[in-house]
């Protein structure tokens, strides 16, 4: 018998999905991590009793937190992923034959052994491929490395501001991604809903701007994440997210469920209510 599973969010609204069963629930010391197995949205992660990704919409999310960094950095030889333990991002990054390493450092050991073993699809070969790299580790210790070859592409791939990640929406981490990045490198995070999470998404936006000289924010739809309106944010020291590498693109084009170089474009366009609230 299904039962309904709800995130409830801003204390206005909650979200629910038609769930059959709980097909594994755990605690790791950073949070709780459970996959259901829903009626409609296929198999379902969730942190802390958050959505985060869904077989149903995940390439909504992962293609576009990835293609709009990976069709915009001169180079693509080195990609750092910051939690992404799902393994979504990994695939998409390693898609491209250009890639010749993938750093993954995420820190909940739990979120990669439970992904890897009851959300296959979402990872699929990523896991066996001998580019990536995984390292069980903190992000933010991470990015005040200064003792490592930069990267070409950063991608910030967290949940929400709440418990581990919270540390991953502050200048000072955004300081360190800046001294990992190339100068002809690009980074995008989740930037959260600037319709349900407007104060996060435009203070994300505000201090980002603090530390790159060029910030952009894009938008698109992930139905399971409140509101289904989301945003990514857009960095880079030298960078114009409009230009895209028509090549790239158009291989990725052949591949993709979502991204093209139209919804490249597009999502870059800024509604009116947020141009006057950005900095
Ligand atoms: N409200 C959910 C935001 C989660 C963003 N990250 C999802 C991780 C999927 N790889």
Not at 43 to 69: K, N, Q, W
Not at 124 to 145: Q, T
Not at 207 to 222: A, N, S
Not at 240 to 248: A, G, N, Q, S, Y
Request: aromatic residues 10%; glycine residues 8%; hydrophobic residues 40%.
């Amino acid at each position: 018998m299904a039962f309904w599973y709800d995130e409830a969010h801003e204390n206005d609204s909650r979200f629910s999905l038609s769930t059959e069963r709980v097909l594994f629930e755990g605690h790791s010391p950073f949070q709780k991590v459970t996959v259901l197995e829903t009626t409609g949205w296929g198999r379902v992660l969730l942190i802390d009793d958050l959505y985060m990704t869904s077989y149903r919409d995940e390439f909504l999310y992962h293609e576009m937190l990835t293609h709009p960094a990976l069709c915009t950095a001169q180079n693509l030889r080195r990609v750092l992923i910051i939690g992404g333990g799902d393994g979504g991002s990994a695939r998409e990054v390693l898609s491209y034959k250009e890639v010749e390493k993938v750093v993954m450092v995420e820190i909940d050991e739990l979120v990669v052994e439970a992904s890897r073993r009851f959300l296959p699809d979402i990872g699929k070969n990523a896991w066996s491929d001998p580019r990536l790299e995984v390292i069980i580790g903190d992000g933010i210790a991470y990015a005040k490395r200064t003792d490592l070859e930069p990267f070409d592409v950063i991608l910030l791939d967290g949940s929400d501001p709440v418990g581990p990640a919270q540390g991953l929406f502050t200048r000072e981490f955004h300081q360190g991604v800046a001294q990992l990045l190339a100068d002809g490198g690009t980074y995008t995070l989740q930037s959260e809903s600037p319709f349900g999470q407007r104060p996060v998404f435009l203070e994300t936006v505000k201090v980002l701007r603090q530390v790159f000289p060029i910030v952009q924010p894009y938008f698109g739809c992930v139905p399971i994440y409140p509101t289904g309106s989301w945003s990514w944010t857009f960095a880079s020291k030298t960078r114009d997210p409009m230009v895209l590498d028509e090549r790239r693109a158009a291989a990725q084009e052949a591949r993709t469920q979502h991204y093209n170089r139209d919804i490249h474009r597009g999502a870059f366009a800024l509604p009116n209510a947020l141009r006057s609230e950005l900095p």
